[in-house]
């Protein structure tokens, strides 16, 4: 866990995983085919911590055949969504709630 500065201030050249990291909204065609719907607006909280956030300000990386989303405050992951020929697998484990607005 990374305690030692706000997200916001972080310098993302100095982010380890910053290869693999996307933005989020790279995500967002992945997120649709599962939804069917735009959940980058969409506000989820954070299971381990509780921060709450739009999808869109989840951290993604690309990992093997999927998409990982972690919480920008405490780097758990949220959401893991795996598209194989066959099917998608969504792990949502990581997230308290997801909330899919209606209309
Ligand atoms: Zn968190």
């Not at 909204?25 to 909280?45: C, K, Q, R």
């Not at 099917?87 to 899919?100: M, W």
Request: charge should be negative.
């Amino acid at each position: 866990m990374r305690e030692d500065k706000a997200v916001d201030e972080m310098d993302p050249n100095g982010w380890p995983g910053q290869a693999l990291m996307l933005d989020a909204n790279a995500a967002a065609g992945i997120l649709y085919d599962v939804f069917s719907a735009e959940m980058t607006a969409s506000p989820t909280e954070c299971a381990h911590c509780g921060r709450e956030g739009e999808v869109g300000t989840l951290l993604a990386f690309m990992q093997g055949p999927g998409i990982i989303l972690r919480c920008p405050a405490c780097e758990n992951v949220v959401l893991r969504v795996v598209r194989t020929p066959g099917a998608i697998f969504l792990d949502a484990r990581g997230a308290a709630y997801l909330c899919l607005r209606r209309g």
